[in-house]
């Protein structure tokens, strides 16, 4: 009895000996599936676990998500070199603690001088990988100034104080993790590990010598825990804190972004970057089971495809399908199948081209859309072709998740488009260029780096937007903050995005576990489901197959999704960080 006793004190102890390493501020090992981060007051989870800290920090300083926000993007453009940027772009959704909702564009634009037909040769065809490689490859960069522009509407501290962390780790090092070691020793552009039959891993890094004497130590390769240090980036970033947000478009920074250009034909000018002007959007409104979704608008085709692929699946019980049953399954990818069709003909920047966002978004539209799912039967991708929403008048990338202890919330994903972007590194500057030109259709109808095909809607036009995937997400419950949501991956984002959204609501998965849990993907064309490695039992294969599904010859990882969720019942602070690549983690406090 007394034996029996001993156990159960013994559990106890251990019990609260977790219960409580939940509430301190350092973040817990990763893929505790049970076990979220739980924290009383502040969380943030990000792609890189000293980001997070750093956001962490600043929360503790008594700064508000968006303070933090700005200050993780900054730390993760010196530690997080494959997306985490200065040099790339990205979307940012808020909701304050009072109810006000934002959304931040800061995409990158097509420069003035860009053409419709730039990447294709004389025959009309189109020239292998300019589109994503080298200085062709790059849109003006927006981090800068949307990080700035999101600190003045809605932050309290000052830029020079959240600039100051990022200072110190570009100029005094941080020690490479295992995964960054490895990632920058592989020298490819694919550690998206979304296998994409087009384009391929291909070196990147090593094609620029400046990018290959920071990143790679001139061919040295740097080792798991050395210091990598940042002597140039740290100068930039020095300039910023002391010349303010404009020094970037304005300054010696954009001189010598421009410099690089000139040299290595580019076609990015002074005044393109002179130009650049963030946009303040109206979050994308929907809703799923009662629960309401704030999503990021055009020039995203993410939150379009989110809730149009939610708007779908409200009509079926998943959850008596049970998660990851054919069935289940089964209607999740014609859901997927139809919302990628719609973007590939509808989806571009609204600021050119009509976007019939409403239709795409309505509840009718996705009953409309539903009656041509047969339970019993995949549909045929080329069968399925993009709806009539007008008649019912709606890689790599980093995604961070931040609410503080007011309840303030920030969803950002901002990225480089490739990791590493387009491989170039602004000499003297120390940042990577993203490479997000190729986001648009280099030519209509022909995939992109992600097997994408594109319309006319997302073709090339100086200073238009290029389409994105990129699907920052807010959920509600009753008016109050549930979830804050997002992650990598090109067009896997926005399937990764509804897979943790589902298995929150639907599968009743914490935010850790429904991260955690095995995920699929399919965007229409190719008609090939991917699906993770150990994600589909046998037994699932063959029945998806029994339907008629297609499944792709590779399988791979996809996204890497940053979460917090809150017990609205207590209140705590639940962060869920993905282990599928990078050193994620979620910290709080
Ligand atoms: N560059 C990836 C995306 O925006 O979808």
């Not at 910023?240 to 404009?246: A, D, I, M, R, Y």
């Amino acid at each position: 009895m007394l034996f029996r006793n001993r156990k159960v004190v013994f559990l106890a102890m251990i019990s609260l000996v977790f219960y409580f390493i939940g509430f301190m501020p350092y973040s817990r090992p990763k893929a505790a599936s049970l076990f979220p981060l739980y924290a009383k007051y502040g969380v943030v989870s990000s792609a890189d676990r000293i980001a997070s800290e750093v956001g962490v920090a600043v929360l503790k300083k008594g700064g508000n998500a968006v303070d933090a926000s700005v200050a993780v993007a900054l730390a993760l453009a010196v530690t997080y070199p494959t997306a985490g940027n200065l040099g790339g772009g990205g979307f940012m959704v808020i909701r304050m603690a009072d109810g006000k909702t934002t959304a931040i564009d800061y995409r990158e634009i097509a420069p003035a001088k860009a053409t419709h037909d730039m990447y294709l040769d004389k025959e009309g065809n189109v020239i292998n990988n300019i589109s994503s490689t080298g200085y062709l490859a790059v849109g003006v960069p927006g981090t800068v100034a949307g990080l700035a522009l999101a600190l003045e509407k809605y932050g309290t501290m000052k830029w020079q104080d959240l600039v100051e962390p990022a200072y110190k780790l570009a100029k005094e090092g941080f020690p490479v993790s295992y995964w960054l070691a490895h990632t920058l020793s592989t020298n490819t552009d694919l550690i998206e590990r979304y296998p994409r039959s087009t384009g391929g891993p291909r070196e990147l890094l090593s094609k620029f010598p400046e990018s290959k004497r920071i990143f790679l130590k001139d061919g040295n390769y740097y080792q798991a825990g050395e210091l990598l240090k940042q002597p140039e980036l740290a100068l930039t970033l020095a300039r910023l804190q002391k010349e303010g947000p404009q020094e970037f478009y304005q300054g010696t920074t954009a001189q010598l972004i421009v410099e690089d250009m000139k040299k290595n034909g580019g076609i990015l000018t002074l005044e393109d970057l002179k130009n650049y002007k963030p946009v303040v959007r109206e979050p994308l409104k929907g809703s799923y089971r009662g629960y309401e979704i704030l999503t990021m608008p055009p020039p995203s085709s993410g939150g379009i495809a989110l809730i149009e692929m939610l708007n779908i699946l409200e009509q079926y019980d998943l959850k008596g399908l049970g998660f990851n049953s054919s069935e289940r399954n089964h209607l999740v990818i014609e859901a997927m199948r139809r919302a990628f069709a719609d973007r590939a003909e509808f989806l571009g920047d609204t600021d050119f081209v009509k976007v019939p966002v409403k239709g795409l978004i309505s509840k009718n539209y996705a009953i409309e859309v539903s009656k041509s799912i047969d339970l019993g039967k995949a549909t045929v991708s080329k069968q399925v072709k993009h709806g009539q929403p007008n008649t019912y008048e709606s890689d790599s990338t980093t995604h961070f998740s931040i609410v503080d202890s007011m309840g303030n919330a920030v969803a950002n994903t901002y990225t480089l488009n490739g990791s590493y972007g387009s491989g170039a590194t602004v000499t003297g500057a120390g940042f990577l260029l993203n490479n997000e030109m190729d986001d648009f259709a280099a030519k209509v109808g022909v995939p992109n780096d992600y097997d994408l095909i594109q319309g006319e809607a997302n073709a090339i036009t100086a200073g238009k937007r290029p389409l994105s995937s990129m699907t920052p997400t807010i959920i509600l419950k009753n008016g109050k903050l549930f979830l804050v949501i997002g992650s990598p991956g090109g067009p896997t984002i926005i399937n990764t995005v509804l897979q943790v959204v589902l298995n929150v609501i639907d599968h009743g998965m914490n935010i850790q576990q429904a991260i955690d849990a095995p995920r699929f993907h399919h965007q229409w064309l190719p008609d090939a489901l991917v699906f993770e490695p150990y994600g589909f039992s046998t037994d699932l294969i063959n029945l998806l197959k029994s339907k008629g599904h297609i499944f792709s010859n590779k399988v791979g990882y996809m996204g890497n999704a940053q979460g917090v969720m809150i017990d609205l019942e207590t209140n705590l602070r639940l962060g869920g960080s993905d282990s599928r690549g990078s050193d994620a983690s979620a910290a709080g406090y």
